[in-house]
């Protein structure tokens, strides 16, 4: 029988094995034996002058809450040193599962890492940090980036700093967008969310009550078994440009907040009921549904309502805390017709839209570096014990520590 201690031991040793063999490469004082890797207080990298980087302090990134895994190496003055990311893909009609997705991780991370600090051309030894996704987001792909940070924080002596996944979206954003203080919309595969700032909290206005955005178009491409490359996002959008037919889908805007599991059942329904037809299956199931659309019809049709619902809870959120200017974020956010509908929205008030793309708006390492040393430079340390993972960790339970400005009263 296993007490949770030693069953620590053989996840620890499971994911960290492979981690070793990398600090071997990185450092010049490992040999072969894995308990030459062991810190000591003589082993640990300490930054002479000499590694000092032009930009100041240096913070490497490790983000993988869901299908995207991403190491990204940011300096003080906000240069982004490097950026890499890769993606685990799906056959169509599929999504991606913890376990599948935790096992991806872990045989590409290392060599991510390596390619990263190439091209950033960074010693570990010069880096000030080591910043990673604490949650939200999958358990066990959460857990092998999580556990590959601890070995080299440990091995290379330096500090963690655990990171708030939505955080790390809005302060990317702001980085490399300028937007000083906007309202946030955040659209992803987890999370649907208006956010404004006020008083040292990312306060949220609105949100899903069921599922995400991002979440109802990964389902959406599955029932019309759209690739799963480069994202099901991407191919419902160029496949909507095909669409010449506005159809009426379900519009659930509830207060502040949205519902989206309604219009996915709803699609499902008005697929099945066509395929019925076509099949020569007798009568229309629903009499009252259409069956002349196309796919590219409906996919026109879901990005015009479910995106008219953003920008409805988006606005009433600006008018609420008086602020005119949008920033989008997230995986959703790089699609095109959602932007130029948040643009349009907002020059109508007056006001400026910013946008990203997929570069920065997806999941990426750069994300949780930035946010990170923010949260460094403010005094923010995660200890080893303290060095957990959380599958659930709203977006305004993080105290801001970082700004001041912008203040809602």
Known sequence: IFSLSCLFR???VLYAGSALGLLRLALPMCTSSAEAC???SSMLLKASSEDCHPGGMLSLGM??????????????DGTILCNPRCTYVTPPGTGFLPRETAAHHQSHILALVQKALAEAQVRPEMLTCISYTRGPGMGGPLTVVATVARVLSQLWGKP?????HCVGHIEMGRLVTGCANPVVLYVSGGNTQVIAYSLRRYRIFG???????GNLLD????????SNDPAPGYNIEQLAKQGTRLMELPYAVKGMDVSFSGILSF??????????VRAGKGEKRHAQLPVDFTDADLCFSLQETIFAMLCEITERAMAHVGVNDVLIVGGVGCNERLQAMVRQMCELRGGRCFDMDDRYCVDNGAMIAWTGLLQYRHGHRTELAQSTVTQRFRT??????????????
């Open 10 to 12: 053989f996840f620890f």
């Open 207 to 213: 949100e899903t009550i069921d599922i995400a955005v």
């Open 219 to 226: 389902r959406f491409a599955r029932l019309l078994n759209l």
């Open 267 to 276: 699609c499902d329904t008005l697929l099945q009921n066509q395929a019925r």
């Open 396 to 409: 305004d339970e993080v105290e801001v520590t970082w700004r001041e400005e912008g203040l809602v009263e």
């Open 38 to 40: 062991i810190p000591s």
């Open 160 to 164: 963690m700093v655990g990171v708030n």
């Open 63 to 76: 983000e993988g809450s869901a299908n995207k895994l991403g190491i990204g190496i940011v300096a003080q």
